[in-house]
Each structure stands twice: as structure tokens, then as C-alpha cells.
């Protein structure tokens, strides 16, 4: 065991660990064993004041360095994250349940990326200069101020970063809440990116439940709030943010379809579906859940589908073998089981897993449900675990228009062997992240987030630096003014 699970303290505030035992005790389960493995406390307004006035006071001085300056650091930190990358995975794992086979490779080492990226990017961020005849103007890209960072616990280190990385680049100070189911792992964010050189108060971690978060969108002094959760949240914290006029970006929940066309590479495809459903034991918000199959490979497709689905490695996370973890917590398996049940009621058809697996731990059968239709709860709705529904078709303008049918527009996927065709439908779909012949790949470069209730906003690449700045603009006389009067 590299890190202890038990933290020095709750909160990371003014570049310390702080403790406040005031605070409700949250208990940090390791959901694959049922276990108690550590205990925070939520914070009080005192620790809520505290991080607020450490960034307040810390940000004009960091935003007064070079770009340059700023990216020395966080590019340090990412290689910082990179040498710790193992001891950082593990506490992933007990923060999370997913299996070290996922965590080595996808959560660290992706907040490294982005601390890398806009680390390196930082001394790029500049306005323009504009002619006007024989006047001129030009834009500065100025930061926004304080930024809130409000996590969910799927990906608690990714998401610290992934906020992080881009607010510090352009020179803001961030107050990031986890989730209270996993609330270890930005602590070792902050720890990290202190020891890098961050000057105090720049990048604050603080615990608690919803209504901790929802002290931080309303204070006076918070100017941005960048959230990744569900709809339902995302809905409450935009509108809570619209009140003072401040900036958002949101990161929403998705019920994103995968289309698979009958000339597709069928392992490719099976292949695809596996991870759109499957990676993260389907906890994972740009999921794929509603898979549209053309009729004529649908068999063949289940079948290969059963197939691989049979050789998954479901057990301790802590054993690289393992590639099918626990659920985060036994409210979310119920959930998940709900689901299920309502599925198997509307009349889906089961045609793989479906039920938990016996033992302390939250874990549940990775599951298919075939012959799905549009209307059924199962299409409609989020689940956020590993529920794949499939649905059959024919027609190409048909799907689009199904696949289009839904609130959320947070990724699509196709497998076609036919490219125009990829191209064409990916197109017509209302999403904001999309895939031609893959699935769920999230390369810092690319722009990520979604369109219609899926979220506001992008993370990741050069847009994400649009949503951490605001644009002044300046005009520049160069003759004498001529006034009416
Ligand atoms: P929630 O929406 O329940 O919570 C997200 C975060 O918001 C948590 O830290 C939560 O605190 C906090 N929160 C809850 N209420 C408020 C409030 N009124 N004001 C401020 N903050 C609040 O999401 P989950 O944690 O359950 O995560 C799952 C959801 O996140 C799914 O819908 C998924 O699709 C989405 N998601 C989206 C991603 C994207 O990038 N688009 C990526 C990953 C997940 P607490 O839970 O501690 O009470």
C-alpha cells in the first residue's frame, strides 16, 4: 500500500492539510469489500470561508506571472503524478472499487495529461490585435477570479484535473468539492501540486455533501463554477449560478447511443460496445447504453457479445487480472438493480447477467438486455452502470431520428465499414462527443462535454480555455477625439 487511505486531514485549504472535526463525519467505503476505510469530515462555513479567502488572496499574484511561469508548474506536477502513478492508482481503487487494470492507466496518468497540456499551453493564452483603420484595438484573455470545481465519484482524480489544470493555466485559484463518496483522492492533487510550487491558496480541496457545494455557487466571492454530475444537479447549480451572473461550465449525465451498422467489423464493434457499457463497471457518464444493432447482424452480434462477455475477470480490484470491479456504493448498485428489474417488467428481454453478486462488496453481472424498445425505461433513462440495452433496425434515417429522440445529447457512437456513412451520421446526431469506429476515448486534445441537457461548456482542449477566461477588449485612438459638444 503506497498512500495511507486515512488522509492527513479533511480538506486541503491555503496550501495545508486542515481539519475541522465540527464537520459531519463522512465514511469512505472500499466498495469492494463493504469496509470503512477512512473518515472525513464535511466542511464547516468556517473551512468554506477559509478556502474561499486563501484563493481570493492568492489569485491577483498568480495571475500576474507569465503563463509561462504557471505551466512550469503544473507540467511539474504532471511529472510528479506520472513517478507516483502507481501509489495515486491504488487509492483510486479504494476511492472508487475500479480495478487497478483500469485505474493505472486511465485516471493519474489522465490528470497528468491535462496538467501536462495546459501546463504547456499556458504561455500561449493571448488576445489579438485588431486594425481599425488608423485606430486599433485589441483583447486581453483575462482570468476569471475564484473557480469552483464540484466533482462526481467516478473518476475523483481525473475530474480534479481535468478542472484544475485549465482554471490554474489561465491564472485562476480553484476550490474543488469531490463527491462524498470519494473524497481521497484530490487531496493528493492538492498535496501534489503544492509540492510542485503552487503558491498557498491557489488550488483548495474541501469535503462534503451537496449542500457544501452549494455554498461555494452562491458565494460572493466564487466567479465560476464548473460541475460534473447528473442533470438533475446540474440543473439546481446553473440555476443557483444564473442568481449572481456567473460563469458555468457543466458536465452532465448522457443516455448516448451507439449505432452499429450490419457491414461493420464485428469483433471491432462487439469490441466497441464492450467498452461503451462495460469500462468502469458502466460508471461512466459519455456511456454508449442505448447500443442500435441493424437487424442483419443482430444474432451474430449477441452471440460474440455473450461470448467475451463470459471472459471477464469480475473480482478484487487490487489484482491486475481483475477487469470488472464493484459498483461505487450499495445505493448505486440498488439503483442499478432497480433498473433491471424494471427492464425484465416492460418486457426487455435478458440476455445477459442481471442480478448482484453475493458477497460484502457492491459488485453486480455486467448485463444485456436485447430487444429493447424506444419507450422503455431502460432506453430513457440514465442508470449509470453496466446495463447495455440493445435495440434493433433497418433504416438509416430511421435511427438517426431514434437516436436523436432523447433530452441528453452527451456522445454517439457508430461502426460502419462504410466511411462517408460514419461521417454522415455522426453528422445528424445532437452530441457533443463522438466516435467513429471507437468508443469513450477522451484524448486530452479533444474538446469533451455535451449538447442539449448533457451540459454547457467543453473540458479539455483549447476550449476549455475559453471557459476559464473572459475576453477584454480595448480600443485605441490614435488622433484627437471629435465629440458633439
Ligand atoms: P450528482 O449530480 O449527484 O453529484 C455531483 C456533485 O454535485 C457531487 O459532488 C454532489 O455532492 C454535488 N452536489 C449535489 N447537489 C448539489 C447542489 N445543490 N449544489 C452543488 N453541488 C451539489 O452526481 P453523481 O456524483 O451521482 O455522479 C453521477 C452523475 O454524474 C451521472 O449523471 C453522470 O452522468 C454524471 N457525470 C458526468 C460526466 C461528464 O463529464 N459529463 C462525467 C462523470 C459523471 P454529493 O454527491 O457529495 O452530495
Redesign the pocket.
Known amino acids: 500500500m503506497g498512500y495511507a487511505t486515512q488522509p492527513k486531514a479533511s480538506h486541503f485549504v491555503n496550501g495545508a492539510y486542515l481539519e475541522d472535526t465540527a464537520g459531519e463525519v463522512i465514511e469512505v467505503v472500499y466498495p469492494a469489500t463493504g469496509e470503512v476505510i477512512a473518515k472525513v469530515h464535511a466542511a464547516t462555513p468556517a473551512v468554506v470561508e477559509a478556502a474561499v479567502s486563501s484563493a481570493k488572496a492568492a489569485q491577483a499574484e498568480w495571475a500576474a506571472l507569465s503563463g509561462t511561469e504557471r505551466g512550469r508548474i503544473l507540467r511539474r506536477a504532471a511529472d510528479m503524478i506520472r513517478e507516483r502513478n502507481h501509489d495515486l492508482s491504488e487509492l483510486e481503487t479504494y476511492d472508487t472499487g475500479k480495478p487497478m487494470s483500469e485505474t493505472l492507466y486511465v485516471d493519474a496518468t489522465s490528470g497528468a495529461d491535462a496538467l501536462e497540456y495546459f501546463g504547456s499551453l499556458a504561455g500561449s493564452i493571448t488576445g489579438e490585435h485588431v486594425h481599425l483603420g488608423g485606430d486599433w484595438g485589441y483583447t486581453v484573455r483575462e482570468p476569471l477570479g475564484v473557480c469552483a470545481g ?6 475523483p482524480t481525473q ?1 480534479a484535473c481535468w478542472k484544475g489544470a485549465p482554471a490554474l493555466a489561465c491564472g485562476n485559484a480553484m476550490i474543488f ?5 470519494t473524497p481521497l483522492c484530490a487531496l493528493k492533487v492538492a498535496e501534489i501540486l503544492h509540492e510542485a510550487g503552487l503558491p498557498a491558496g491557489l488550488y483548495n480541496v474541501i469535503q ?7 455554498s ?2 452562491t458565494h460572493p466571492e466564487v466567479d465560476k ?1 464548473s ?8 440543473k ?2 446553473y440555476a ?1 449560478a444564473a442568481a449572481e451572473m456567473k460563469h458555468v461550465t ?5 443516455k448516448s447511443p451507439l449505432i452499429i451498422f450490419d457491414d461493420a467489423d464485428l469483433e471491432n464493434a462487439v469490441g466497441g460496445a464492450i467498452l461503451a457499457n462495460f469500462y468502469s463497471t458502466g ?4 456511456n454508449g447504453t442505448r447500443v442500435f444493432v441493424q437487424k442483419g447482424i443482430k444474432e451474430a452480434f449477441l452471440k460474440r457479445l455473450a461470448e467475451r462477455l463470459d471472459t471477464a475477470v469480475i473480482g478484487d480490484p487490487m489484482d491486475e487480472a481483475t477487469n470488472f470491479g464493484p459498483m461505487v456504493s450499495k445505493s ?1 448498485r440498488e439503483i442499478v438493480l432497480s433498473y433491471i428489474e424494471k427492464g425484465k417488467a416492460e418486457g426487455a428481454r435478458l440476455a445477459y447477467g442481471g442480478g448482484a453478486i453475493d458477497g460484502n462488496g457492491f459488485f453486480i453481472q455486467p448485463t444485456v438486455f436485447a430487444d429493447v424498445t424506444d419507450d422503455m425505461t431502460i432506453a430513457r433513462e ?1 442508470i ?1 452502470g453496466p446495463v447495455m440495452s440493445v435495440l434493433d433496425f433497418e433504416d438509416e434515417d430511421d435511427v438517426i431520428a431514434r437516436a436523436n429522440d432523447t433530452e441528453m445529447g ?1 456522445s454517439a457512437g457508430v461502426f460502419t465499414a462504410d466511411l462517408t456513412r460514419g461521417h454522415r451520421v455522426i453528422g445528424k446526431i445532437d452530441a457533443g462527443s463522438c466516435f467513429i469506429n471507437s468508443y469513450n476515448d477522451a484524448p486530452v486534445e479533444l474538446p ?3 449538447s442539449k441537457q ?2 454547457v461548456g467543453r ?1 479539455n482542449s483549447k476550449a476549455a480555455i475559453e471557459h476559464f477566461t473572459q475576453l477584454k477588449s480595448v480600443y485605441v485612438r490614435m488622433g484627437d477625439v471629435e465629440s458633439p459638444f
Do not use: D, H, R
Open positions: 464540484i466533482g462526481a465519484w467516478n473518476y475530474i468539492k469531490p463527491s462524498e463518496t462534503g455533501m451537496g449542500s457544501v457545494g452549494a461555494l455557487v463554477v460541475l460534473t454530475g447528473s442533470v438533475g444537479t446540474g439546481k447549480v443557483a457543466m458536465e452532465l449525465g448522457g460508471q461512466v457518464c459519455s448505486q440514465e449509470f452527451l469533451f462535454g455535451g448533457s451540459g473540458e
